[in-house]
């Protein structure tokens, strides 16, 4: 299990638009019947916000598994097996061609099933139900969206910060939805899962350091995805770190004038090509950390 070395820096994000959003959620709590919490499945424990059960108290939830398309599947569902025995109710989502959204909107109906019965025998005007989505930054919150509804009707981007607003969309026949920008937690203590969201672009990444971010993401697709790593690079066993990176300078044209290696494009290029996919199925997240 990769472990973070004391001396790499310590990653904390949290702007005031995320408590503003925090304040917002628990203003408007009392109206919510189902809280849809979106987990990306390339990372399903460092995705998933710790002080949750702070914010959303007793609301009954549904956890999202999207990107489940980009996923190592084995691993993932260790987690999910994890969580559902913890008694969470989990759907999978692959954004890319739209499956698993019914099984939301499914799941959302039996929840809200006994919420309606007690709106009948009360006398109550039936209505639309009532959810929640919430998430870190950038899991495919505003993707899932698009898809239930069916057009655009948020926008979409690979970066934190799309989403700026809380608002209602009436998205479904059956759902109307509280949209929220993604949010994260005050402290970071988890250093080894704050690089993780890094990674995978849950933190804006002018604050980062992009040198110290890509040589992490090197050493944890060495230990996890080892071939995939290798093949991609032209890599070998007996080269060190800098004859890595020169190596993927060379191999990617990464070059500056003189064929002197452009690190920093190297490095954009490392983490790029993870957010992309070009290692294949991949999660960052071992299931380790829980024991």
């Given at each position: 299990?990769i472990?973070?070395?004391?001396?790499?820096?310590?990653?904390?994000?949290?702007?005031?638009?995320?408590?503003?959003t925090?304040?917002?959620?628990?203003?408007?709590?009392?109206?919510?019947?189902?809280?849809?919490?979106?987990?990306?499945?390339?990372?399903?424990?460092?995705?998933?916000?710790k002080?949750?059960?702070?914010?959303?108290?007793?609301k009954?939830?549904?956890?999202?598994?999207?990107?489940?398309?980009?996923?190592?599947?084995?691993?993932?569902?260790?987690w999910?097996?994890?969580?559902?025995?913890?008694g969470?109710?989990?759907?999978?989502?692959?954004?890319?061609?739209?499956?698993?959204?019914?099984?939301?909107?499914?799941?959302?109906?039996?929840i809200?099933?006994?919420?309606?019965?007690?709106?009948?025998?009360k006398?109550?005007?039936?209505?639309?139900?009532?959810?929640?989505?919430?998430?870190?930054?950038?899991?495919?919150?505003?993707?899932?969206?698009?898809?239930?509804v069916?057009?655009?009707?948020?926008?979409?981007?690979?970066?934190?910060?799309?989403?700026?607003?809380?608002?209602?969309?009436?998205?479904?026949?059956?759902?109307?939805?509280?949209?929220?920008?993604?949010?994260?937690?005050?402290?970071?203590?988890?250093?080894?899962?704050?690089?993780?969201?890094?990674?995978?672009?849950?933190?804006?990444?002018d604050?980062?350091?992009?040198?110290?971010?890509?040589?992490?993401?090197?050493?944890?697709?060495?230990?996890e995805?080892?071939?995939?790593?290798?093949?991609?690079?032209?890599?070998?066993?007996?080269?060190?770190?800098?004859?890595?990176?020169?190596?993927?300078g060379?191999?990617?044209?990464?070059?500056?004038?003189?064929?002197?290696?452009?690190?920093?494009?190297?490095?954009?290029?490392?983490?790029?090509?993870?957010?992309?996919?070009?290692?294949?199925?991949?999660t960052?997240?071992?299931?380790?950390?829980?024991?």
């Amino acid at each position: 299990m990769i472990k973070m070395n004391e001396n790499k820096t310590n990653i904390n994000w949290y702007p005031g638009h995320m408590k503003k959003t925090r304040d917002e959620i628990k203003e408007k709590l009392s109206f919510i019947d189902i809280v849809l919490e979106v987990i990306d499945a390339r990372m399903p424990f460092s995705s998933k916000i710790k002080d949750i059960d702070t914010l959303i108290k007793d609301k009954p939830r549904i956890l999202i598994f999207t990107k489940y398309d980009l996923c190592d599947v084995k691993k993932t569902e260790q987690w999910i097996s994890y969580y559902e025995s913890k008694g969470y109710l989990v759907c999978r989502c692959d954004l890319l061609k739209g499956k698993g959204v019914e099984e939301v909107i499914t799941t959302c109906e039996t929840i809200y099933e006994k919420e309606k019965q007690k709106r009948i025998a009360k006398g109550l005007k039936q209505r639309s139900m009532r959810a929640l989505i919430i998430g870190v930054p950038n899991v495919g919150k505003s993707t899932f969206i698009n898809q239930l509804v069916g057009k655009k009707a948020t926008s979409v981007g690979n970066r934190p910060g799309v989403t700026k607003h809380v608002g209602w969309i009436r998205m479904h026949p059956k759902i109307e939805l509280l949209d929220t920008p993604g949010i994260l937690w005050p402290k970071l203590d988890d250093q080894l899962g704050a690089h993780i969201l890094a990674i995978l672009s849950s933190i804006k990444e002018d604050i980062l350091d992009k040198e110290e971010l890509a040589c992490f993401a090197l050493e944890l697709l060495e230990k996890e995805y080892k071939d995939a790593l290798y093949y991609r690079y032209t890599l070998k066993d007996d080269m060190n770190l800098m004859e890595k990176l020169d190596q993927i300078g060379r191999k990617r044209g990464a070059l500056m004038r003189g064929g002197m290696i452009d690190y920093e494009k190297v490095y954009g290029i490392i983490l790029q090509d993870i957010k992309e996919g070009a290692f294949g199925p991949i999660t960052l997240d071992e299931i380790e950390r829980m024991n």
